[in-house]
Every structure is written in structure tokens, then in C-alpha cells.
């Protein structure tokens, strides 16, 4: 049986030298259109640099330890609590932030809104300095509705127009002027980085991001405890009453018959029965002290530490492009460009032959 033996054309190392030195020869003879991409990436370039109008970077560092509360050291006072429907162990109370959790709260819309609606300074809030340096009131000149609109009023008489404002500049920070990273996994230091066209804008954003953050980090985690030291507060006074007017009981009863008749046992009852009361609230006030002091311990220990290392400090750092730069980075991207496009089309012209 025959078979077709398809012959594939051979490429030598030679033709491959040829063909190189070829597209170089073109590519030289074609210098005048090389030049002329150059010379107009060097004006681009320089245009660019000289319109294009810097950024500012606000870096705030801060170290994070979460806590270990007291663990095992109040194993033994459990039981003492649970008698009155608490619970006080040492557990961290940080679930829900396990892990670089905490890194997305500053990315949420709550924590962001809260931001941009604290104000910069006495005349204008952080949302009326974005809307300034970004024109958007020119662009909202022809929208009655956004035209005149104002944030410093109550966030509970907030239109839409107010909501799809503030959405649409929190999706724009997040995507394009916020990062938040650690640098370091091993470490528990948080990096926050804001770049904006504003300096103090970028300054006062990142400071006041990271403020409100950690405040409501701070105060979930220790959202339980606290609970628990309220009532067991309340509790204590409770107790702390009742012994009160069980002592003025037993005097009032005492008071009442000074000179008992022995042969009258019954007039002992009253002031023996207020006695009782008096122990019985001793004992019970004695176990809740002891526990509220235990619990309050594990209060502190259940609040994170939140350390600021690096806080932004005037001048913040100044991205832009200079003059020469521009002019250099636009005259070699030109070159490049010309130089693509030349071989694109001495391959191509091959390919036709």
C-alpha cells in the first residue's frame, strides 16, 4: 500500500540570519518614518507631562495585635458566671474577623460613606473637596437635580441622587485610589495607601479611613463582652439594693419590739427573717463583685491593640511626570512603536511572496 509523504519545507539557521539582517536593512532605509514617530512621541510626551496633573500618596502604617484575652485563667470562674446567665471566658470574640477580614471593611460602602461625610474643614466636607478637584459640578450644570445638590444636610433626608453620588465615588476610591495590603504576611502591620489629585484630600482620607475602621473593629470585637459587663453591672447594683433594705428591714423590725417577752417567739420571726435576707444577699453580692471585677479584666483583654507606626505628613509624596522624562520615555515609546510596525509589515509582505 502507498502512502503520501507530505515534504515540509526546511528552514536553515543561514536563511534565518538573512531574513533578520533583511528586516534590519528595511528598517534602516525606512528611518525618516522611524524618525518622524520620535519626534511626534517626544511632543506627546511632552505635552503629557506638562498637562497631565500629579497624584499625591498618603501612606498610613499601623500594627495590629488582636488579643488573646485570659483563656484558661478564668476557666475556673465559668461556673460562678453561668449562675447568672453570663459568660465571661476569655475567648477573643474576633470571629467574624479572622484571618485579613479586617482589610475588606476598608473597601465597605458603610466605612467609606462614613469617611467622605467627615469634614476636611470648617466649609467643606471630604465628598465636596472629590467633587471639586474631579469638576464634576460642571459636568452636573445642565442636572437641576445634581446641580445645586448638598451633603451637609441629615443622612436621613438623602435622596438617591445623594446615594448614587456617594456609590459611585466609593466604587471609583476603591478601584482606583485605594490600597490596603500587608507587607509582610508574617507581620500584623497594615499598610494603607491613598493616591489622589488633592493632597490634603489624600491625607485626611486615609487618616480618617483608618480611624473609623478600627474604631468599629474595636468595637465589634468587644461587642459581647461589654453586653455582659452591663448586666452583670446592673445585677450587682440589683443585689447591692435589696442588702440595703434588708439591713434597714432587720433595724426597723429590731426597733419595733425592743423588749422581746421571751415567752413571745414570734415576735423574733420578723427581724430573723431579715436577717436571712441579709446573708442570703451577702453571699450573692460577695460572688457578683468578684465576678464583675473577673469580667471587666477580660473586657481589656478582649480589645485589640491598634498601634499607628507612619502616619502621612505634609508634603506628601508627589507622582509626576517631568519634562525631560516625558521626553525621553515619549521618544523611545515613538521609536518602539515605529520600529513594531515596520516589522509587522516586512512580515507580512513575506508571508504574501
Known amino acids: 500500500m502507498n502512502s503520501d509523504k507530505q515534504i515540509y519545507p526546511q528552514t536553515t539557521l543561514k536563511e534565518v540570519v538573512n531574513t533578520l539582517q533583511s528586516i534590519s536593512a528595511y528598517i534602516k532605509s525606512k528611518w525618516k518614518f522611524v524618525l518622524i514617530f520620535m519626534l511626534t512621541g517626544a511632543v506627546l510626551g511632552l505635552a503629557y507631562s506638562k498637562f497631565k496633573k500629579p497624584t499625591y500618596t498618603a501612606i498610613l502604617t ?43 471593611l476598608y473597601k465597605s460602602r458603610t466605612m467609606m460613606v462614613k469617611t467622605l461625610l467627615t469634614p476636611l474643614n470648617e466649609k467643606e466636607l471630604l465628598i465636596d473637596r472629590y467633587i471639586a478637584f474631579n469638576d ?64 490634603m484630600f489624600a491625607k485626611r482620607l486615609s487618616e480618617v479611613l483608618v480611624a473609623e475602621v478600627n474604631k468599629f473593629y474595636s468595637d465589634t470585637r468587644t461587642k459581647n463582652s461589654t453586653e455582659n459587663l452591663k448586666i452583670l453591672q446592673k445585677q450587682t447594683d440589683s443585689v447591692k439594693n435589696e442588702l440595703r433594705a434588708a439591713i434597714t428591714g432587720t433595724a426597723a423590725a429590731t426597733d419595733a419590739n425592743p423588749n422581746i417577752n421571751p415567752a413571745r417567739q414570734v415576735l423574733k420571726v420578723p427581724s430573723q427573717n431579715r436577717q436571712i435576707d441579709v446573708k442570703a444577699n451577702t453571699a450573692i453580692l460577695e460572688e457578683l463583685v468578684k465576678n464583675l471585677e473577673i469580667s471587666k479584666v477580660s473586657s481589656r483583654n478582649n480589645r485589640p491593640l491598634i498601634q499607628t507606626i507612619d502616619i502621612p505628613v505634609l508634603p506628601l509624596t508627589k507622582n509626576h511626570i517631568g519634562l525631560v522624562l516625558g521626553l525621553i520615555l515619549g521618544t523611545v515609546i515613538g521609536g518602539i512603536l515605529a520600529t513594531i510596525i515596520l516589522f509587522a509589515k516586512f512580515v507580512f509582505r513575506l508571508l504574501l511572496k
Open 136 to 199: 464634576l459640578r460642571k459636568k452636573w450644570a445642565e442636572t437641576p437635580s445634581l446641580k445645586n445638590i448638598n451633603f451637609k444636610i441629615p443622612q436621613e433626608q438623602f435622596t438617591v441622587q445623594h446615594d448614587s453620588i456617594l456609590t459611585a465615588v466609593v466604587r471609583h476610591i476603591n478601584k482606583s485610589m485605594l490600597e490596603v495590603l500587608k507587607p509582610d504576611k508574617k507581620l500584623n502591620i497594615i499598610k494603607v495607601e491613598v493616591e489622589a489629585k488633592d493632597e
Open 62 to 104: 499601623f500594627v495590629l495585635d488582636e488579643g488573646e484575652g485570659m483563656g484558661g485563667a478564668l476557666g475556673q470562674f465559668s461556673g460562678l458566671a453561668s449562675m447568672v446567665g453570663l459568660d465571661i471566658g476569655g475567648g477573643s470574640g474576633g470571629g467574624i474577623f479572622k484571618g485579613d477580614n479586617i482589610m475588606e
